[in-house]
């Protein structure tokens, strides 16, 4: 499932090939992915891209008479190639360019959407917390929210209303480098492990959209689709295998329903 360095690789490798162009057309070959494919989207024919920006998992394609938020789903991936190259299986969406050039959208399972916008505000968009690479997502910020929350820190950090973009992967990952058990409650970090907790977060997703742009090259080819990073794992996926910090078995429970990694000897 694309994550928010996935998402943000996305933009990197669409965004030079796309924004100052005119859009020529826009072409859905299903009436519904996640979401019905609103008409509204047809206002965008015949304008220019201002920007391509992300917002969480969404990317918004601006222009002057409104936007398209386009999320990746399950399984969405976008390519920037030829008008002529010919659509197969799951390419549901291409946004044609006056320069001979097409944004396409395929996307087998079709969990994902395009949505219209006329300002860039979107219902899909709103109550949600800071993005996790800016400032405004630190330790006082997260201490301060935190307070009294009896919730599993776990599942605090991946709540999209206190902070965006914190995947299971990457909630597994960073709690074991900072070194805070996923079960405590998130109002018993103290700043300093926020401070560890956050410096994290922000550390394996930059190295993650790191990792990404080796493959940006990708966007723009007619073989070869986009992936979705393998990132290099400490814990996540990892039970039973040895700690790589002290040697001891990886556990694993279910926190919220989702798979969780860490050791109990390191994590505390
Ligand atoms: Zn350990």
Known sequence: MPELPEVEVSRMGISPHLVGETIRSLTFRTPKLRWDIPVELKQLEGQVIRDIRRRAKYLIIETDAGCAIVHLGMSGSLRVLDAEFP???????????????????????????????????????????????????????????????????????????????????????????????????????????????????????????????????????????????????????????????CGEEIEALKIGQRNTFFCSYCQL
């Open 87 to 245: 659509p197969s299986k799951h390419d549901h969406v291409d946004l044609l360019l006056t320069n001979g050039k097409l944004l396409r959208y395929n996307d087998p399972r079709r969990f994902g959407a395009w949505l219209f916008s006329q300002d860039g505000e979107h219902v899909m968009l709103g109550h949600m917390g800071p993005e996790p690479l800016t400032d405004e997502f630190n330790a006082e910020y997260m201490l301060q929210k935190a307070l009294n929350k009896r919730v599993a820190v776990k599942q605090f950090i991946m709540d999209n209303k206190v902070v965006v973009g914190v995947g299971n992967i990457y909630a597994s990952e960073s709690l074991f480098s900072a070194k805070v058990h996923p079960t405590r409650t998130a109002g018993s970090l103290t700043l300093a492990e926020w401070d560890s907790l956050v410096a994290e977060i922000k550390q394996v997703l930059t190295t993650s959209i790191k990792q990404g742009g080796t493959t940006l090259k990708d966007f723009a080819q007619a073989d070869g689709k986009p992936g979705y990073f393998a990132q290099e794992l400490q814990v996540y996926g990892k039970a039973g295998e040895p700690c790589p910090n």
